[in-house]
């Protein structure tokens, strides 16, 4: 992709964080980000310590549907989202809600000091907890790689 479409989508999607922000869009309450964030702390981990099946346990039906096992699923993430499938660190940054869907952007710092911005998307399940629907990844403007 290039670089200019790259810096497009990064600011269109940082441009929808502020208007959605000035919008008066409801934040989640402060039990409901824990559980986000809690969800997405443990998917990283388990990317880290190569628990693949808690990987893939915490992603939301339609994505297990698509992808159809945890094989399938980790070779995506290893070849599309080295970033997340190895980080060095991350760090939690803004939550928003808009209609049933969660944005947590998650700031990452890959093994080569690379950083990253990361925004996933989850939604509550039936049952109550939170499954990740997607993430969309760009470069952090102005980061040393």
Request: aromatic residues 12%.
């Amino acid at each position: 992709m290039p670089y200019k479409v790259k810096l497009f989508t990064a600011t269109l999607i940082l441009s929808l964080f502020v208007l959605f922000t000035h919008a008066n869009a409801q934040t989640q309450e402060s039990k409901d980000k824990i559980a986000i964030q809690n969800v997405i702390e443990d998917q990283l981990n388990a990317f880290k310590s190569k628990d693949h099946e808690r990987a893939f346990s915490h992603a939301a039906p339609l994505v297990k549907e698509i992808f159809k096992n945890t094989d399938k699923f980790i070779s995506m993430v290893q070849n599309g989202y080295q970033a997340i499938y190895n980080s060095h660190s991350y760090s939690f940054s803004r939550n928003l809600e808009l209609g049933d869907v969660v944005y947590q952007e998650v700031l990452i710092t890959d093994q080569n000091g690379k950083q990253w911005q990361a925004v996933y998307t989850l939604r509550q399940q039936d049952d109550g907890s939170w499954k990740i629907t997607g993430v969309k990844m760009e470069p952090t403007q102005g980061a040393a790689t």
